[in-house]
């Protein structure tokens, strides 16, 4: 099996209940955009049953790199949906109801947060850091562009996430600052231009690995949550966890060592939840200096696939109970639980 190729998208609506997979493609030689919605496979089944493949009838530039955004809404509570593209200078969102697609411009170095969310008004929010301050990049009838926030640095790590059953497009901003002091994370909540900050305090004895996908969960009756691959001074690996109390005011680290990985073992990971809403869960994945793909924990290291290579992406989903991975090209992608 292959992976999916860089002009394939997958995100998942979340209402704090269920889960909804969608994957998007552009065909290779004309651009043009589609979009496969998937159904949790029942016990029993190694792949997720495809539900219903939709023909955008528009294209997207070859090469444009896809991004499908998150929600915190079913596909049947929203009125709208968007497929977005990064092409140059350019981010461009196409909604379902528009014909043409609108664009806002991008300055050098401006890093995009993945992943941008479907909020309130059928609108899409984009999130990104510009020179030390957080953006918000407005798809609507129209775009607009707002400075949020300042920041005295650019974070070394940042995820986005909308919150579960919330129509207002509240959004749960988190990231990673790494310093002296060492890893120090930050939650936030974002709603229109209310912003509720809860940094936590640094925890001094690991760094962030140099080459892994942080993991974030958010929910409507648990404390959202950041997990991060780090290592420790001697090389030895370590999922960080922090947890976020907004009412104590407090964020509290959980540690993870990871025994059996050998230090300069690994050459990437990425930290997912399982989508569940009182209970999260974060679980690992690896590339090994091999490049076998493998699920490191305390204690054991298991391998999942063989020979996925040094540039593997990650295309992972997870649902309530399950965890898939899209493999294949156009057509023939498929999500094939892990």
Not at 14 to 41: C, I, K, N, P, W
Not at 72 to 90: F, K, N, P, T, V
Not at 101 to 110: A, D, I, T
Request: charge should be neutral; hydrophobic fraction near 45%.
């Amino acid at each position: 099996m292959r992976e999916s190729p860089a002009a394939a998208a997958s995100a998942v609506l979340y209402d704090g209940r269920s889960a909804e997979m969608l994957v998007a493609f552009a065909d290779g030689a004309t651009g043009a955009l589609h979009t496969l919605q998937f159904e949790d496979a029942v016990a029993g089944v190694d792949k997720a049953p495809l539900l219903l493949h939709a023909d955008w009838d528009r294209v997207a530039p070859p090469g444009a790199s896809l991004v499908l955004p998150e929600g915190g809404q079913q596909m049947a509570r929203l009125s709208e949906y968007w497929i977005m593209w990064r092409d140059g200078d350019r981010l461009f969102g196409q909604s379902a109801q528009q014909s043409e697609p609108l664009s806002s411009p991008l300055v050098e170095e401006e890093w995009i947060i993945d992943r941008p969310v479907m909020a309130g008004r059928d609108q899409l929010h984009v999130y990104s850091w510009r020179a030390g301050r957080l953006i918000r990049h407005r798809f609507g009838p129209q775009v607009t562009i707002e400075a949020v926030m300042d920041m005295p640095a650019q974070p070394a790590r940042s995820a986005c996430a909308p919150l579960p059953g919330d129509a207002d497009g509240t959004v749960f901003l988190g990231f990673v600052e790494s310093s002296e002091e060492g890893i120090a994370a930050t939650a936030m909540y974002v709603r229109a231009g209310k912003v509720m900050q809860l940094r936590g305090e640094p925890e001094g004895r690991y760094r962030l690995m140099g080459r892994h996908r942080m993991g974030v969960h958010v929910g409507r009756k648990t404390r959202p949550a950041l997990a991060m691959m780090t290592v420790d001074a001697a090389g030895f690996y370590a999922l960080l966890e922090a947890r976020f109390d907004f009412a104590k005011k407090e964020c509290v680290w959980k540690r993870t060592k990871l025994e059996t990985v050998p230090p300069g073992s690994l050459a990437s990971a990425a930290v997912f939840y399982y989508k569940t809403q009182d209970s999260p869960e974060p679980f690992l994945l690896a590339v090994d200096a091999a490049g076998h793909l493998v699920s490191p924990r305390r204690r054991t290291v298991h391998t999942l696939r063989t020979d996925v290579g040094a540039g593997y992406g990650y295309p992972v989903l997870t649902t309530t109970a399950n965890r898939y991975e899209a493999t294949g090209a156009g057509m023939e992608i498929a999500l094939a639980r892990l």
